[in-house]
């Protein structure tokens, strides 16, 4: 894989088929009382905690709400704002798209 290199890189218009952003956050970054505003389920809050007790290796596991396979958030309509601002075609997506292998 080559390095990542700014100028003439390509638009990205969607987030079909990637999940790279997803694929690099080990959790669902919530801030402090965002998950009971969006009244997230106690069995979802518990494969998050479920993930930082296990203390894995963050950097190297997609985010427990992540569907791998299809590449989708399961959980699409109670994902943080963090989530939700995320920009598309942004430096950041283009760094997680370099980072795991996806064509930036």
């Excluded at 905690?49 to 290796?57: F, G, K, P, S, V």
């Amino acid at each position: 894989m080559t390095s990542m290199q700014s100028g003439n890189l390509p638009i990205i218009e969607s987030c079909d088929n990637c999940g790279a952003c997803c694929m690099r956050t080990p959790v669902p970054p919530f801030e402090p009382g965002e998950e009971a505003a969006k009244d997230v389920p106690d069995a979802l809050l518990q494969l998050i905690r479920a993930r930082i007790a296990a203390d894995e290796h963050f950097d190297l596991v997609a985010c427990v709400w992540f569907d791998e396979t299809l590449r989708v958030c399961r959980h699409y309509d109670l994902r943080p704002d963090a989530c939700r601002r995320f920009e598309v075609s942004s430096d950041p997506c283009r760094m997680s798209r370099w980072d795991v292998g996806i064509d930036v």
